[in-house]
């Protein structure tokens, strides 16, 4: 009790302050600012050069919340913008970009573009897909897996499949896969799973189909699913964990057309075009993005047939259009919610619009339907300093366009949140590449979600944040010092969205179990 009631005095004397914004900025797309530099970057003569990112495309995550791997583009010209970026936290380093020399490729092959949906294993290892240009025309779709040092393309464009059938009469056996192969994911075993959605010298009827490595998984108008053949596969709606215990495949069967748009997880049907989702009114129409975890925990988001938005975890309904965003929010879902994923402790974000009538600040990431965590309109401390100086938020300049980057969130155990968002400046205009370049201006984003009172973000709240707490108040700059992870607005335990001497009540309490 001693140590509380000093707690109590010593902050008595501290004035108010508004809180820090937690949000660490890893990349962007702002002219001159150093955190838009393209590492690594060459011409195509192999000489040092200086290129600026100018869109942030696709963001692929390692389970444990370390090592991330970023799609994008610079601004160095058609020949050489799309671009690959190795991070791990908060630090990053160039990977791969068009115009360089295929890693493990053929002499005279170089990447001309990369896939989406590039994948980790539990051991940090990446499967990644490309497309070379310069070497030979029949091979220039590849799937290449990186363990940490080395380069190996393991599938590639002219390979013959194994397993597949061709539609009678046609002779089956001599299928080879052709130049798109995609929804690229590693096993800790090495192997890799995608879908293969052209296939040479094979019936459209029986394409795509489902890979690991070489040897057909599933084929359409081949294999089943409840009885009825599969008829197609969407184009990256595959994917199994990393120890290969759990599975799903996205796309539709041959039964009724208006039925015929499944999701199945390990073999069951678990969404299904018309059907109901148990625990709503939600009759789905469509299946827009899929996540699963490393523990076979899948999070599926889409819309009924009146274009209303719903998000689903393991067949269980979370979030629907016209819901609250959370109890006593005074603000519903919209018809847009724009993406949902988890963690393996059970907790998950959903991010869309909601009913706000502001539409500067209209757009969101709420964590376990219980509180907003990120929101459109946030500031945010660009250079790390500790203070609000930057004139930089979180949104477009106009503000009817979406702030986040749909489905490029991933959420770490440690409750570490990384997102895609657009930049602008105070006058509404969009902080992005000049001359503008896709959505105006995006930047890869990292904040700590920890409960409130966790100052120190070691997961508790007890004694051992009080210290961090003070230091939170009195010094912000030594608190983003000490604890650079962890987020100060997480002091604020009265909620008015300020972090001051009218936290040091609820903050005593909070500690005390009262």
Request: net charge negative.
């Amino acid at each position: 009790m001693r140590i509380v009631t000093g707690l109590v005095v010593v902050l008595a004397v501290v004035s108010s302050a508004t809180a820090a914004l937690p949000y660490k900025v890893i990349i962007s797309e702002i002219p001159g600012h150093p955190t838009s530099v393209a590492p690594g970057a060459t011409d195509l003569m192999g000489n040092p050069m200086f290129t600026e990112f100018k869109a942030l495309e696709d963001l692929a995550v390692a389970p444990d919340g370390k090592k991330w791997l970023l799609k994008a583009r610079t601004t160095a010209g058609s020949d050489l913008e799309t671009y690959l970026v190795l991070g791990e936290n908060l630090t990053y380093q160039y990977f791969a970009h068009e115009g360089r020399p295929v890693l493990g490729g053929a002499p005279g092959e170089l990447y001309d573009f990369f896939d989406t949906k590039s994948c980790f294993n539990d051991n940090g290892h990446l499967a990644y897909g490309v497309r070379a240009r310069g070497g030979l025309a029949s091979v220039f779709e590849k799937v290449i897996v990186w363990d940490g040092s080395t380069h190996t393309i393991v599938v590639q464009m002219g390979d013959l499949c194994i397993g597949t059938v061709d539609e009678p009469p046609a002779v089956s056996g001599d299928e080879r896969f052709g130049n798109s192969l995609n929804g690229i994911h590693l096993l800790n075993d090495g192997r890799v799973g995608f879908v293969a959605v052209t296939i040479d010298n094979c019936s459209s009827f029986r394409r795509p189909a489902i890979f690991y490595n070489h040897t057909k998984f599933l084929q359409s108008r081949t294999d089943s699913i409840a009885g009825v053949p599969w008829d197609s596969f969407d184009t990256d709606g595959f994917f199994t964990t990393p120890d290969g215990a759990h599975w799903y495949a996205e796309g539709d069967d041959e039964g009724a057309a208006a039925t015929d748009k499944i999701l199945v997880v390990d073999g069951t049907v678990v969404l299904r075009e018309g059907s109901v989702i148990p625990g709503g009114s939600t009759n789905v129409a469509d299946v827009f993005n899929v996540e699963m975890i490393s523990d076979g925990t899948w999070h599926a988001r889409g819309d009924d047939v009146s274009d209303n938005d719903y998000a689903v975890r393991n067949g269980v309904l979370l979030a629907q259009t016209g819901d609250e965003i959370h109890p006593g929010a005074a603000e519903n879902w919209s018809a847009v919610i724009a993406g949902f994923t988890g963690n393996l402790k059970g907790d998950f974000v959903i991010a869309g619009r909601s009913t706000n009538a502001n539409n500067q600040i209209d757009s969101v990431i709420v964590l376990n339907n219980s509180r907003v965590v990120v929101r459109e309109g946030d500031p945010v401390d660009l250079d790390g300093n500790g203070a609000f100086d930057d004139d930089v938020f979180l949104g477009r300049g106009n503000a009817t366009l979406d702030a986040f980057n749909p489905d490029d969130m991933y959420l770490t155990n440690q409750r570490v949140l990384y997102f895609i968002s657009a930049l602008r400046d105070g006058s509404g205009n969009d902080l992005g590449s000049i001359p503008a370049f896709g959505n105006g201006g995006n930047a890869l984003i990292r904040v700590r979600l920890n409960e409130l009172g966790d100052m120190n973000c070691d997961g508790l709240v007890n004694n051992f944040d009080i210290d961090p707490f003070v230091l939170a108040l009195i010094d912000p700059v030594g608190y983003a010092e000490d604890y650079p992870d962890c987020n100060r607005n997480l002091g604020d335990v009265n909620e008015d969205g300020f972090f001051n001497n009218f936290d040091i009540d609820p903050f005593v309490a909070l500690i005390l179990g009262e």
